[in-house]
């Protein structure tokens, strides 16, 4: 098989190329080892997580409702439904995916694609049925082969209580406890999802702090509402050792919290996510891999191999779905002679907990790490009348501003909502906007909470250019 692109991987960054570049007048071929196109996010990740989250924070929505007067019974809760409905969420959009490969003519291959050389794959088995085709020899191949779960040799076992995000999102059963290895955001939410059907969850971080990297104050109201949600967290404390019996599994551990041994009825390791370059045959060609096994790439994903490119998870952080499909798309103008090139200002990123998490462009911490001289402008949500009446008041609205020229450098939110908040700071920091431009936004309903610093803000912003104060 011959092909003008082909492409390593089908989800988010592999089928936006794809779909992209048949666009652009490309005979393309994707080359995939899922029997449907979604890759991680849509089969095992982002979707499945996000409509369990749905349910989450309906259920606890409702008990919230009983400071109100409006008290419901206890719920009922269906798991062969729950993940009946699930797999109908998947199965949609997978089955949307496909039927638009079809209408751009590419064509979907289920195998396992390894480089032969610079220019050719070899298509070994994927299923139970082989490929047609044994090689495709292309002109130039978009990698996009994802990211998975990290293993930790001292936690490695077979016992199906020992649990990754895969198997988590899979509700084999509701646990009556659950212990959480690892307080990043694929941990938090998947802990967050278990504690509203019921189970017992403990969660063990080896840092000083929840959500690594984040700003503290952002995390701060969320490690707040999930010591309540949560049975324990145990901070600078790791697991020492694991013990997985038929009906259960013993755990000690070693650190600052050590709670000595302890037993839980399942164990999710959600220690991270490493790039997916294993057996790609990579050896093969000019692609140069750096210490962590991403794959080394320019803006335009072009890696030092002149035919192959590399997108997404795979080619370093964030290691987010939206990333890698605005990258396909730059990697595939690229291949087509358009001025494209992957230097985004800021790219939005949201844990979907109780409350959300959501941040944009410079972070606090990261300003520190450079030096970077900021002006943090910060709104507590208990002074706004919309998150009062709504019961968000632990929420927080930050917004860093370059002192010199009043320009959005970033922006941080917790609180309900934050996923949707921060799409307007997003497009503030993208466009490089003034800090005066969304101060004096329109504050409708979403805005009170979002940008309801509005007049401390301005205050700010003309004490600092020597004006007068702002009158009212």
């Known amino acids: 098989m011959e092909t003008q692109l082909a492409v390593i991987g089908g989800g988010p960054g592999g089928y936006a190329a794809a779909f992209l570049a048949a666009d652009l007048g490309m005979d393309v071929v994707l080359v995939d080892r899922e029997p449907r196109l979604g890759g991680v996010c849509l089969l095992r990740g982002c979707i499945p997580s996000k409509a369990l989250l749905h349910v989450a924070k309906a259920m606890a ?27 109908k969420v998947i199965a949609t959009l997978s089955g949307g995916l496909a039927q638009l490969a079809r209408r751009r003519k590419v064509r979907l291959v289920r195998a396992k694609a390894v480089f032969e050389d610079s220019r050719t794959l070899r298509l070994e088995p994927a299923g139970d049925k082989p490929p047609k085709d044994r090689s495709v020899r292309f002109r130039h191949c978009v990698l996009a082969s994802g990211s998975r779960p990290l293993q930790i040799p001292a936690l490695a076992t077979s016992s199906p209580r020992v649990m990754d995000s895969r198997m988590a999102l899979e509700l084999p059963e509701v646990p009556r406890s659950l212990l959480v290895v690892g307080g990043g955001y694929i941990g938090l939410e998947l802990g967050t ?5 019921g189970t017992r969850v ?8 929840l959500l690594p990297g984040v700003d503290r104050d952002l995390v701060r109201p969320l490690q707040k509402r999930l010591e309540e949600q949560f049975e324990a967290i145990w901070l600078q404390t790791k697991v020492a050792s694991l013990d997985a019996g038929r009906d259960h599994v013993s755990v000690t551990f070693e650190g600052k919290a050590d709670p000595g041994m302890r037993r839980f009825d399942r164990v999710l390791v959600a220690v991270g996510r490493e790039p997916d370059t294993e057996g790609l045959g990579l050896e093969n060609t000019r692609v140069e891999v750096d210490s962590r096994g991403f794959v080394v790439v320019d803006l335009q994903g072009r890696t030092a191999d002149p035919h192959i490119l590399a997108i997404g998870d795979v080619a370093g952080q964030p290691m987010l779905a939206h990333k890698a499909s605005h990258q396909g798309k730059v990697a595939v103008e690229a291949l087509a002679g358009q001025p494209a090139e992957f230097n985004p200002r800021a790219i939005p990123a949201v844990v979907f907990t109780d409350p959300e998490i959501a941040w944009a462009g410079l ?21 706004s009348g919309r998150a009062q009446a ?30 949707d908040l921060i799409s307007e700071a997003v497009l503030a920091i993208e466009m490089g906007a003034h800090v005066r431009d969304v101060a004096r936004s329109h504050d409708e309903a979403a805005r009170c909470r979002g940008c309801g610093y509005r007049d401390r803000c301005e205050q700010r ?11 009212r």
């Open 390 to 419: 709504a019961g968000g008041t632990e929420g927080l609205t930050k917004w860093l501003i370059d002192p010199e020229t009043q320009q959005v450098l970033g922006c941080g939110i917790v609180g309900p909502g934050a996923g």
């Open 202 to 209: 403990s969660v063990v971080e080896m840092t000083g702090g």
């Open 461 to 471: 912003l003309l004490a600092w250019r020597g004006d007068a104060k702002l009158s």
């Open 61 to 87: 929505e409702t008990r919230a409702l009983e400071q109100w007067g409006v008290r419901y019974g206890d719920p009922q809760v269906d798991l062969e439904r729950m993940r009946r409905q699930k797999e």
């Open 363 to 383: 972070t606090r911490e990261q300003a520190q790490q450079q030096g970077r001289d900021v002006q943090v402008s910060p709104f507590p949500w208990a002074a």
């Open 193 to 197: 999802v278990y504690a509203a059907l």
